[in-house]
C-alpha cells in the first residue's frame, strides 16, 4: 500500500519561508518525521550547500553542492531560487525478500528549483529521514543542456569533529580490503560506506543510493577541517560522468542513529529507490548453497582442465545429490566452461561450452529433477566486449536448462583497458546484466561488483554480490583478522547483502594448504548466518566437511530471507549480536573479534507466553581461533521471553542459537 500526501507550496509562501541571517543567504529545511534530523539548503552568494543537523546540533557544516562540466555553464554558482515544492512521503512496502518482511519509508522531502541568470535550472532535492537525510541533484533537458560531459562533482560533506573512522582506501576497482580505524584527520580516500562515531556517540554513515548511470562516488580528505569531497571515477579520459540530459544524479546518503545497530536496522537505501520493476517476481528464491569453489581456492581443484578437474559430471552430480538431502536449494559450479586456461586474455570464454568432462544438459536435468537449482558461472576476466556480445545467448541456454542462478564475476582489469569496475561505463554495464537476466528469470550474485545501492528493490533479481574481502582471503593470502567480520555488518553491509561464502570447518586444512587458514572458531562460522546477509547463501566448505557433522544442522536450519532484525548489542570492530526472525523461529548470531568475552542478553525479543526451544552452538570452554579453533558444544534448553541468555565467545568465537516454539 502506497500514500503519499504531496503538496505543492507556491512561490510566495516558498520565499517567506526562506531564512538565512547572512546576507545574500536563503536557507529551506527538511525536517524528519520525528522532528530530529534535518537537512538544510542555502544559496549562499549564488552558491547552493547544504548542511544537517540532529538534536540541534551541526553534523554537516555548510558544504557546497554542484557540477562542472566541459563547454557547459558551470553549475555551482550564481544561482538564485526560482520555487519549490515539499512532500511528505508516507508509504510502506513489502520487499521480496530481505532482513524485514515489511518497511516503513517516511521522510520530509523538498524539491527547490534553482535558476541561473543564462536561464539553466537545476532541482536539489533534499530528503529528511529519522534515520538520516539524502540529497539528489536533477537538470533537466533545456537549451544549453542536452548533453553534458561532467569533469567535477563538487559535493562536500564537511563533517564537525575528528570523529573515529572505519574505512577502506578508495580504490576505483575493488573492495577487497581490510578496514582501518582512524582518526577522520588521518582518513586518506575512503570508498562508501565510510562510517563514522562523533565524541558524542553518534553513529553516521555516508553512502549514495540508486547508482543508475553515473560513476561510483569515492570521498577523499579535503586539506582543511574534518572534510571530505566527492572523488567521482573517472573515464579513461579524465570525464566522470557524459550522457544526454536530464542529468539524475544517485542519492548521496548521511545514514544516522545512535546506536551502531541502528545503522543496520535502517532502510534508508532501498527507500531511496524505485518499487520494484518486474510484475511477476515468483520465480526469485533466495536459497543457501554449495559449490565446487573452495576446493580450487585451497587447492584441492582446479577451474582448467586437468587430473584435478572440480566441475566434473561426476563430482557436481555428488553435490546436487548432497544438497537434495540436506534441503540446501543450489549448488554453484565454477570452472563448468573452456577458456579457463587463457583466463585474462580477450576471448578467453565463449559462456556456452561445457569442457568435455561436464555434461552440462544432463547436470542440469539431474539437478531439476531433484529440486535443486544449478548456479552458472560467468567468469569475464573482465572482458566486457565479449560478454556484452554472448551474454544473452548464455542466459537462454540457462533459461532453457532451468539454471535460475548466476555468479557473475570481473576478476582483473576492464576490457577496454582505462575503464574501471566503477565508472559510469562499468555501472552501465552492471545494470545492463541486471536487466538481461531478469527477462530470462535468472537471479544473480555478483563478484567484483559495483557498490550495493539499494537497487534490489527495483530489480530484486540483483540477489546479491561480493564486494568485499570475502572468505577466499583466507584460502590465499594472510587471510581477514578476527575484527573484520565485526566492522563489515556496519560499513559494508550498510550497502546490502554480501556473498561472503561463509561456514568453513575444517578452519585449518592442513592437508591442502599448511600455512593458510581461517581466523575464526567453528561456532563464528555459523554465527556469520545470522550477522550476515545474504540471499544467497554459501555453505562454503567441502561437502566432506559437512558430512555427518552435528554442527551442520544449523546450516540447515537457518533462513536466508527473514521477516525481522534486531541488532542486540555492538560496539564496531569489537562485537556485534544480531537476532533475526522468519515465521515463529528466531536465530541469535553473536560474534567477537580476538577479545574473548561474556555478554548475556534479554530474550525480549521472544513472543511473550511462549516456551521456546533453544538449540545453542557455542565456543567450546577451551576452544580459541588461534589454538583450538575446532573446539564447540550443542546444547538445547528451553526459555521463554523472560529470561535471559549467557553469551560465552572464545578469543575469535562466536556462538548460533536456534529458537523453535514448543507446541502448546
Ligand atoms: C574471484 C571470485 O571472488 C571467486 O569467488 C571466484 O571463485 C574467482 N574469482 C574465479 O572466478
Ligand atoms: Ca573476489
Not at 571515477?233 to 548521511?254: C, E, F, S
Not at 530471507?561 to 569489537?574: F, K, M, Y
Not at 550443542?634 to 529470561?643: C, K, P
Request: overall charge negative; charged content about 25%; aromatic content about 10%.
Amino acid at each position: 500500500m502506497q500514500t503519499y500526501v504531496v503538496s505543492i507550496l507556491g512561490a510566495v509562501f516558498a520565499l517567506c519561508m526562506f531564512a538565512g541571517s547572512a546576507v545574500g543567504k536563503e536557507a529551506v529545511t527538511a525536517l524528519s518525521p520525528d522532528g530530529r534530523t534535518a537537512i538544510h539548503l542555502a544559496v549562499v552568494n549564488g552558491r547552493p550547500c547544504y548542511s544537517v543537523t540532529r538534536d540541534g546540533r551541526r553534523i554537516v557544516d555548510d558544504s557546497r553542492l554542484g557540477f562542472l562540466f566541459l563547454e557547459r555553464e558551470p553549475l555551482n554558482r550564481g544561482f538564485t531560487v526560482r520555487g519549490m515544492g515539499e512532500r511528505q512521503v508516507d508509504e510502506s512496502w513489502e520487499p521480496v525478500w530481505g532482513s524485514d518482511a515489511h518497511v516503513e519509508n517516511r521522510c520530509h522531502e523538498v524539491t527547490v528549483t534553482l535558476e541561473k541568470g543564462s536561464g539553466l535550472t537545476m532541482d536539489v532535492i533534499i530528503r529528511a529521514y529519522n534515520d538520516g537525510v539524502a540529497f539528489r541533484c536533477f537538470v533537466p533537458d533545456q537549451e544549453g543542456f542536452r548533453s553534458f560531459e561532467m569533469v567535477s562533482e563538487e559535493t562536500e560533506f564537511r563533517l564537525t569533529g575528528d570523529h573515529t573512522t572505519w574505512w577502506i582506501p578508495a580504490d576505483f576497482d575493488s573492495y577487497e580490503h581490510i578496514y582501518r580505524q582512524t582518526r577522520l584527520a588521518n582518513v586518506e580516500a575512503v570508498a562508501t560506506p565510510v562510517t563514522m562515531r562523533t565524541e558524542e556517540g553518534l553513529y553516521i554513515s555516508i553512502h549514495e543510493a540508486n547508482l543508475t548511470d553515473y560513476a561510483g562516488m569515492t570521498l577523499r580528505k579535503a586539506p582543511v577541517g574534518f572534510s571530505l569531497e566527492c572523488d567521482l571515477v573517472p573515464w579513461p579520459d579524465g570525464i566522470k560522468v557524459r550522457g544526454g540530459a536530464p542529468l539524475v544524479t544517485p542519492w548521496r546518503t548521511i545514514q544516522m542513529s545512535d546506536t551502531p545497530g541502528g545503522l543496520v536496522e535502517s532502510h534508508i537505501i532501498e527507500n531511496l529507490n524505485e518499487p520494484c520493476a518486474l510484475k511477476d517476481h515468483s520465480w526469485i528464491k533466495p536459497m543457501k548453497y554449495v559449490g565446487i569453489w573452495w576446493g580450487m581456492h585451497i587447492g584441492k581443484d582446479t577451474w582448467s582442465q586437468g587430473e584435478n578437474h572440480g566441475a566434473t559430471s561426476a563430482n557436481t552430480r555428488k553435490m546436487i545429490d548432497f544438497a537434495a538431502e540436506h534441503g540446501i536449494g543450489g549448488v554453484l559450479v565454477e570452472g563448468w566452461n573452456t577458456g579457463w586456461e587463457t583466463w585474462g586474455s580477450a576471448g578467453a570464454f565463449d559462456y556456452i561450452t561445457p569442457y568435455p568432462d561436464f555434461d552440462l544438459e544432463g547436470l542440469a536435468a539431474y539437478a531439476r529433477e531433484r529440486g535443486v537449482v544449478l548456479i552458472g558461472h560467468h567468469e569475464t576476466g573482465g572482458d566486457i566486449p565479449t560478454y556484452e556480445d554472448r551474454v544473452e545467448e548464455a542466459f537462454a541456454l540457462y533459461e532453457r536448462l532451468g539454471i535460475r542462478a548466476v555468479k557473475t564475476g570481473y576478476a582483473g582489469g576492464i576490457f577496454p583497458r582505462g575503464q574501471h569496475h566503477h565508472g559510469q561505463w562499468m555501472v552501465r554495464h552492471y545494470r545492463s546484466i541486471v536487466r538481461k537476466a531478469a527477462k530470462h528469470h535468472i537471479m544473480l550474485d555478483v563478484h567484483e561488483p559495483i557498490k550495493p545501492t539499494g537497487i534490489r528493490r527495483t530489480w530484486p533479481n540483483m540477489m546479491t554480490r561480493e564486494g568485499v574481502r570475502g572468505m577466499e582471503y583466507n584460502a590465499w593470502s594472510d587471510g581477514n583478522p578476527p575484527e573484520h567480520t565485526t566492522i563489515l555488518p556496519f560499513t559494508r553491509m550498510l550497502a546490502g547483502p554480501l556473498d561472503y561464502t561463509p561456514g568453513i570447518f575444517d578452519i585449518t586444512f592442513d592437508q591442502y594448504k599448511p600455512d593458510n587458514r581461517v581466523h575464526t572458531t567453528l561456532a563464528k562460522q555459523l554465527a556469520l548466518y545470522v550477522v550476515l546477509e545474504s540471499p544467497l547463501q554459501m555453505a562454503a566448505d567441502l561437502i566432506e566437511n559437512y558430512e555427518n557433522h552435528p554442527a551442520f544442522a544449523f546450516i540447515q536450519a537457518v533462513p536466508c530471507d527473514w521477516d525481522e532484525t534486531r541488532v542486540l548489542s555492538a560496539a564496531i570492530g569489537d562485537h556485534v549480536t544480531i537476532v533475526r526472525r522468519r515465521g515463529q523461529e528466531w536465530f541469535l548470531g553473536s560474534i567477537t573479534d580476538e577479545e574473548p568475552r561474556t555478554m548475556v542478553f534479554a530474550l525480549d525479543f521472544l513472543e511473550r507466553g511462549a516456551t521456546y526451544e533453544a538449540t545453542v552452538y557455542s565456543d567450546g570452554p577451551d576452544a580459541d581461533w588461534l589454538t583450538n579453533p575446532q573446539s564447540y558444544e550443542i546444547r538445547t534448553l528451553a526459555v521463554d521471553a523472560s529470561e535471559k541468555l549467557e553469551v560465552r565467545l572464545a578469543a575469535g568465537g562466536g556462538e548460533a542459537v536456534r529458537f523453535v516454539p514448543r507446541a502448546p
